[in-house]
């Protein structure tokens, strides 16, 4: 949407750098979970930055020289590294360890027809509990999300999940060597896992770049008890509704 206003068409085809940090802090103090922000022009060199750092070449995965050539904005879910992150601040580079899984939006600003440049945000999953939360809250389900390719057996790939003492997905938790291998291969996988003292179900989610290569995944999962206390609920209710079809049919019948 800012890139199709006349006025900053223009700061971006001047390639206005202190305008544009001007805008870009304007707009993060309005919309606090985006957590990247930068302007590019169509060489894809910076030419703002909220922290004041510009003049170096920024791509993420292809995402950016895709909506340059294209002039249509892109989504993705991408790898980022620490160094990407550190140049936007140190906070956000302190939240992952060599690189993160950030929701990266592109969106191309053109001038007399041509592309000049581009606006850059990303939200950071690493440590982002809106997702899970908001999963929970909607769903009343427990989650995660996961980088791959993961050291099967280490639990260290959970970049965030549901922050509750009762969560499956806790820092103990593991996810099963099935579950990971069909992940990667770009597989669903619904099945059972043991928790630290419980048996579960989960089912994970591929998450896909642009290129469609696999870089991370998205889990939900239930304890074994919760799911055996519904089943035994709906065997009660089916037993209370045959009862009383054979009490209504008698009752007919007389």
Same mark, same amino acid.
């Given at each position: 949407?800012?890139?199709?206003?006349?006025?900053?068409?223009?700061?971006?085809?001047?390639?206005?750098?202190?305008?544009?940090?001007?805008?870009?802090?304007?707009?993060?103090?309005?919309?606090?979970?985006?957590?990247?922000?930068?302007?590019?022009?169509?060489?894809?060199?910076?030419?703002?930055?909220?922290?004041?750092?510009?003049?170096?070449f920024l791509e993420i995965s292809g995402v950016v020289?895709?909506?340059?050539?294209?002039? =249509?904005?892109?989504? #993705?879910?991408? $790898?980022?590294? +620490?160094?990407? *992150?550190?140049?936007? &601040?140190?906070?956000? !580079?302190?939240?992952?360890?060599?690189?993160?899984?950030m929701q990266v939006a592109v969106t191309p600003v053109?001038?007399?027809?041509?592309?000049?440049?581009?606006?850059?945000?990303?939200?950071?999953?690493?440590?982002?509990?809106?997702?899970?939360?908001?999963?929970?809250?909607?769903?009343?389900?427990?989650?995660?999300?996961?980088?791959?390719?993961?050291?099967?057996?280490?639990?260290?790939?959970?970049?965030?999940?549901?922050?509750?003492?009762?969560?499956?997905?806790?820092?103990?938790?593991?996810?099963? =060597?099935?579950?990971? #291998?069909?992940? $990667?291969?770009? +597989?669903?996988? *619904?099945?059972?896992? &043991?928790?630290?003292? !419980?048996?579960?179900?989960?089912?994970?989610?591929?998450v896909l770049d642009i290129n469609g290569k696999v870089?991370?995944?998205?889990?939900?999962?239930?304890?074994?008890?919760?799911?055996?206390?519904?089943?035994?609920?709906?065997?009660?209710?089916?037993?209370?509704?045959?009862?009383?079809?054979?009490?209504?049919?008698?009752?007919?019948?007389?």
């Amino acid at each position: 949407q800012a890139g199709s206003e006349p006025a900053i068409k223009e700061l971006v085809r001047r390639k206005d750098t202190r305008e544009l940090k001007d805008l870009l802090s304007g707009y993060s103090s309005t919309r606090p979970y985006v957590d990247f922000w930068a302007v590019v022009d169509s060489k894809r060199t910076v030419i703002a930055r909220r922290s004041g750092v510009a003049g170096d070449f920024l791509e993420i995965s292809g995402v950016v020289e895709r909506a340059i050539k294209t002039g =249509e904005a892109v989504t #993705s879910t991408e $790898v980022v590294s +620490k160094d990407v *992150l550190a140049r936007e &601040s140190a906070a956000l !580079a302190s939240r992952v360890e060599a690189s993160g899984l950030m929701q990266v939006a592109v969106t191309p600003v053109e001038s007399n027809g041509r592309v000049t440049g581009a606006f850059i945000t990303g939200v950071l999953l690493n440590g982002y509990d809106w997702l899970p939360w908001s999963v929970y809250q909607n769903y009343h389900v427990y989650s995660a999300v996961f980088t791959v390719p993961p050291q099967v057996g280490r639990a260290g790939n959970i970049i965030t999940s549901t922050q509750l003492s009762q969560s499956i997905f806790n820092p103990l938790f593991v996810l099963p =060597e099935r579950a990971l #291998s069909s992940v $990667v291969n770009n +597989k669903k996988f *619904l099945g059972a896992a &043991s928790g630290e003292d !419980a048996e579960t179900f989960i089912a994970v989610e591929p998450v896909l770049d642009i290129n469609g290569k696999v870089v991370g995944g998205l889990g939900v999962g239930v304890y074994s008890s919760e799911v055996k206390r519904l089943v035994s609920s709906m065997e009660r209710n089916i037993l209370l509704l045959t009862l009383a079809g054979a009490a209504l049919s008698l009752f007919l019948a007389m």
